[in-house]
């Protein structure tokens, strides 16, 4: 039997690919290379890098998540999510360090695809998903402040607070050029739509604010409004490949932020893939989809790339214009390439400001505003583990708030399920109507003088190990025989065998007998495997509850 049976959807493609098709996904292909362009620098000078490293990695890890994953329809890429991450990585461990960690992080993601943990990722906990996506959207929108409103600040605090802070102290220094172009650009990005849904309203602020500013610096003399190009050399030339010197600390170190990398980028690559699915109708490979981004989360950064995932927006650019394949992804890919060789140049002039709005745009549509409000009217376990996750992620770091949120959630969680699993005492007799497992008769069944019968309704694990024991304390009584019935027990992890085991040994110290009744097949094998049955008495082991009243009644009689 194979572990991973890879097999990446470009393969089956090809079989059947027509010319139709091929003009299909080269146009929607083309489009989206276009969305992708603005959406990649600003991504990249978010994150800390230099622009041409966020097409870089649009073109490099969108070939590979093309070729190599498991989805028809999936857009690889820098997103958003990742912002926070990279930027606290740079500071910390500098360029080597992102780009260390970004290859454990494919590392990690390909080991979870041959696994077959694709499906796994997809039980994390609603309100910790929502929690660290709004998190990061209220982030991404503080870190634009600055260049949204031209403020004059040397150096901007990392922390969340601190960054306000020297905002409301700097405030005075606001260009209002900067703030002008800034809100203009939001205002195009939003109202765009409305007139094409082809072309990207990022798209449209960039070529006019550009064109706009550099007028102004050219014909009136406005020299306020800093562009990319006063704040970075940018470089047309293709990148060659660096491999990073690696030494145990700094990978020990990285261990953590590469996790979360793989984590955020599993979520929302297979999220997207499953977005597009209820579109095109079909069924995505989510253990290859995790393959092929692994791959390119190695590939990428060896090439001075950043982390990259499927992005959402651009996948349904894609379907929207008529990409059926993953030959749209590819050629998105060559189109970043050319721009990359042949236009990069004129990136320089593009406007700081214009792009904070870009990022403006993308932190509202990220925070997700509407569900995070209707979360807070779910359960208070919910909503803890919402805000705090939320909270961890703005104040702390997006690391440390997954870890929390994920701890708390499996806390809850296993709360829930001890909650849900019942012990009761059954007196006097049984109703057979009740029961499913009584076989001889359809008459009440009667218990015994100095038989006590104990139902489990629910998993047996460590969660309600100590349930068992408190109802036991409250018995006044000591019987002669107790009798479990265990026939809505679904599984027994070894606190339960353990509990079971010193309920045993404590009965026969004081001279009780235990008598185990419908016990399921799987729980039974554990129980055998545990030598349960030697402990106990294989007679004293039943099959339904009729027989271990009978035995009872041999037992008692002794």
């Given at each position: 039997?194979?572990?991973?049976?890879?097999?990446?959807?470009?393969?089956?493609?090809?079989?059947?690919?027509?010319?139709?098709?091929?003009?299909?996904?080269?146009?929607?292909?083309?489009?989206?290379?276009?969305?992708?362009?603005?959406?990649?620098?600003?991504?990249?000078?978010?994150?800390?890098v230099?622009?041409?490293?966020?097409?870089?990695?649009?073109?490099?890890?969108?070939?590979?998540?093309?070729?190599?994953?498991?989805?028809?329809?999936?857009?690889?890429?820098?997103?958003?999510?990742?912002i926070?991450?990279?930027?606290?990585?740079?500071?910390q461990?500098?360029?080597?360090?992102?780009?260390?960690?970004?290859?454990?992080?494919?590392?990690?993601?390909?080991?979870?695809?041959v696994?077959?943990?694709?499906?796994?990722?997809?039980?994390?906990?609603?309100?910790?998903?929502?929690?660290?996506?709004?998190?990061?959207?209220?982030?991404?929108?503080?870190?634009?402040?600055?260049?949204?409103?031209?403020?004059?600040?040397?150096?901007?605090?990392?922390?969340?607070?601190d960054?306000?802070?020297?905002?409301?102290?700097?405030?005075?220094?606001?260009?209002w050029?900067?703030t002008?172009?800034?809100?203009l650009?939001?205002?195009?990005?939003?109202?765009?739509?409305?007139?094409?849904?082809?072309?990207?309203?990022?798209?449209?602020?960039?070529?006019?604010?550009?064109?706009?500013?550099?007028?102004?610096?050219?014909?009136?003399?406005?020299?306020?409004?800093?562009?990319?190009g006063?704040?970075?050399?940018?470089?047309?030339?293709?990148?060659?490949?660096?491999?990073?010197?690696?030494?145990?600390?700094?990978?020990?170190?990285?261990?953590s932020?590469?996790?979360?990398?793989?984590?955020?980028?599993?979520?929302?690559s297979?999220?997207?893939?499953?977005?597009?699915?209820?579109?095109?109708g079909?069924?995505?490979?989510?253990?290859?989809?995790?393959?092929?981004?692994?791959?390119?989360?190695?590939?990428?950064?060896?090439?001075g790339?950043?982390?990259?995932?499927?992005?959402?927006?651009?996948?349904?650019?894609?379907?929207?214009?008529?990409?059926?394949?993953?030959?749209?992804?590819?050629?998105?890919?060559?189109?970043?390439?050319?721009?990359?060789?042949?236009?990069?140049?004129?990136?320089?002039?593009?406007?700081?400001?214009?792009?904070?709005?870009?990022?403006?745009?993308?932190?509202y549509?990220m925070?997700?505003?509407?569900?995070?409000?209707?979360?807070?009217?779910?359960?208070?376990?919910?909503?803890?583990?919402?805000?705090?996750?939320?909270?961890?992620?703005?104040?702390?770091?997006l690391?440390?708030?997954?870890?929390?949120?994920?701890?708390?959630?499996?806390?809850?969680?296993?709360?829930?399920?001890?909650?849900?699993?019942?012990?009761?005492?059954?007196?006097?007799?049984?109703?057979?109507?009740?029961?499913?497992?009584?076989?001889?008769?359809?008459?009440?069944?009667?218990?015994?003088?100095?038989?006590?019968?104990?139902?489990?309704?629910?998993?047996?694990?460590?969660?309600?190990?100590n349930?068992?024991?408190?109802?036991?304390?409250?018995?006044?009584?000591?019987?002669?025989?107790?009798?479990?019935?265990?026939?809505?027990?679904?599984?027994?992890?070894?606190?339960?065998?353990?509990?079971?085991?010193?309920?045993c040994?404590?009965?026969?110290?004081?001279?009780v007998?235990?008598?185990?009744?419908?016990v399921?097949?799987?729980?039974?094998?554990?129980?055998r495997?545990?030598?349960?049955?030697?402990?106990?008495?294989?007679?004293?082991?039943?099959?339904?509850?009729?027989i271990?009243?009978?035995?009872?009644?041999?037992?008692?009689?002794?």
């Amino acid at each position: 039997m194979k572990l991973f049976d890879y097999k990446p959807v470009l393969a089956d493609t090809l079989r059947s690919y027509s010319k139709k098709s091929l003009v299909a996904d080269s146009m929607a292909g083309i489009i989206v290379g276009i969305v992708a362009l603005p959406l990649a620098i600003a991504f990249a000078i978010a994150s800390g890098v230099s622009p041409e490293k966020g097409i870089i990695t649009a073109i490099i890890a969108g070939l590979i998540i093309s070729i190599f994953g498991g989805s028809k329809v999936q857009i690889g890429g820098p997103t958003g999510a990742f912002i926070v991450i990279v930027y606290g990585i740079i500071e910390q461990y500098g360029i080597q360090g992102l780009t260390i960690a970004t290859i454990m992080a494919g590392l990690f993601l390909i080991l979870l695809g041959v696994l077959k943990l694709g499906t796994i990722i997809r039980y994390i906990p609603y309100p910790i998903v929502v929690g660290f996506t709004s998190g990061i959207a209220l982030t991404i929108f503080t870190t634009q402040i600055k260049d949204l409103f031209g403020l004059t600040i040397d150096s901007v605090p990392a922390e969340f607070i601190d960054k306000w802070i020297v905002y409301a102290h700097s405030f005075d220094t606001i260009d209002w050029w900067s703030t002008v172009v800034g809100i203009l650009s939001i205002l195009i990005i939003v109202v765009t739509p409305r007139f094409s849904k082809k072309i990207p309203g990022s798209l449209v602020a960039i070529i006019l604010m550009t064109a706009g500013v550099w007028a102004l610096k050219s014909f009136a003399g406005v020299n306020s409004i800093e562009t990319i190009g006063d704040r970075f050399t940018i470089s047309s030339s293709l990148p060659t490949m660096e491999i990073p010197s690696l030494d145990l600390e700094t990978i020990k170190g990285l261990i953590s932020p590469a996790i979360t990398i793989a984590i955020l980028g599993a979520i929302e690559s297979l999220l997207s893939a499953t977005v597009a699915d209820g579109v095109i109708g079909e069924q995505h490979d989510s253990n290859a989809e995790l393959v092929g981004q692994g791959l390119a989360n190695i590939a990428a950064p060896l090439f001075g790339g950043i982390p990259a995932t499927g992005a959402i927006a651009r996948t349904m650019t894609n379907i929207n214009n008529g990409g059926k394949s993953p030959i749209a992804g590819i050629i998105h890919a060559i189109v970043l390439l050319l721009i990359l060789l042949f236009l990069m140049p004129l990136a320089q002039y593009i406007p700081m400001a214009c792009l904070a709005g870009v990022l403006v745009v993308v932190s509202y549509n990220m925070s997700g505003w509407r569900t995070f409000a209707a979360l807070l009217k779910n359960p208070k376990s919910d909503i803890l583990v919402l805000l705090i996750t939320f909270f961890l992620t703005v104040i702390f770091d997006l690391t440390i708030a997954i870890e929390v949120g994920l701890i708390i959630a499996c806390l809850l969680f296993m709360r829930r399920v001890s909650e849900a699993t019942d012990i009761r005492m059954i007196r006097d007799e049984i109703d057979p109507n009740d029961d499913t497992d009584i076989q001889l008769n359809n008459e009440h069944l009667t218990i015994p003088e100095g038989v006590e019968v104990y139902e489990i309704n629910g998993p047996y694990f460590f969660g309600a190990g100590n349930q068992f024991e408190n109802l036991m304390m409250n018995m006044h009584k000591r019987p002669k025989v107790r009798i479990i019935r265990m026939r809505k027990v679904p599984f027994v992890d070894s606190t339960g065998i353990h509990n079971l085991t010193t309920l045993c040994e404590r009965s026969q110290k004081d001279n009780v007998k235990i008598i185990l009744s419908g016990v399921r097949p799987n729980v039974d094998d554990v129980l055998r495997k545990a030598g349960f049955n030697e402990l106990v008495g294989e007679e004293n082991i039943c099959s339904h509850i009729d027989i271990a009243l009978e035995r009872s009644k041999i037992l008692i009689s002794k």
